[in-house]
């Protein structure tokens, strides 16, 4: 396993796909790199040479921070690759308040790195009735 630190040579694409193929939502390519390239922090996990999983964080590098688009192939979960990439990206953003939304059914993953439920949080999303069918609100 072979773990990167920035944005260089990434396939885009694959990003894009890899987001998709986990079920998460996926822009087009571009828009994916515009993203992670203006990202705090990003962390990209190869097998070989090939990109299994991903993730990033947003950061006003004082006290807020947030984590997104944190993905693993589904063949590749559960060897604690996501607790690698999480645990890379919090190492970026220390004395950082951490924020996130986790795709449902993906909760007890960040609870056992010490993530608790918000009983405030609130969010303003582009496609608000895609987000509440997919169970992100109510």
Same mark, same amino acid.
């Given at each position: ?57 947003? @950061? *006003? ?9 944190? !993905?693993?192939?589904? &063949?590749?979960?559960?060897?604690? /690759? +996501? ?7 919090? @190492? *970026? ?9 986790? !795709?449902?059914?993906? &909760?007890?993953?960040?609870?056992? /790195? +010490? ?24």
């Amino acid at each position: 396993m072979n773990i990167k630190r920035d944005c260089e040579g990434v396939d885009w694409e694959l990003v894009s796909g890899i987001l998709r193929t986990v079920g998460m939502a996926h822009h087009a390519p571009e828009v994916h790199q515009k993203a992670f390239e203006n990202s705090q922090a990003v962390v990209f996990i190869y097998e070989r040479d090939e990109l299994i999983g991903f993730g990033r964080a947003i @950061s *006003d590098r004082a006290y807020q921070a947030a984590l997104y688009d944190v !993905a693993i192939l589904p &063949e590749h979960q559960k060897k604690r /690759l +996501g607790t690698a990439i999480v645990n890379a990206l919090l @190492s *970026d953003l220390p004395k950082c308040n951490v924020m996130l939304y986790a !795709a449902p059914g993906k &909760e007890d993953f960040y609870r056992k /790195l +010490g993530f608790r439920r918000m009983l405030t949080g609130m969010a303003l999303f582009q496609n608000a009735a895609i987000m509440k069918a997919r169970g992100f609100t109510d």
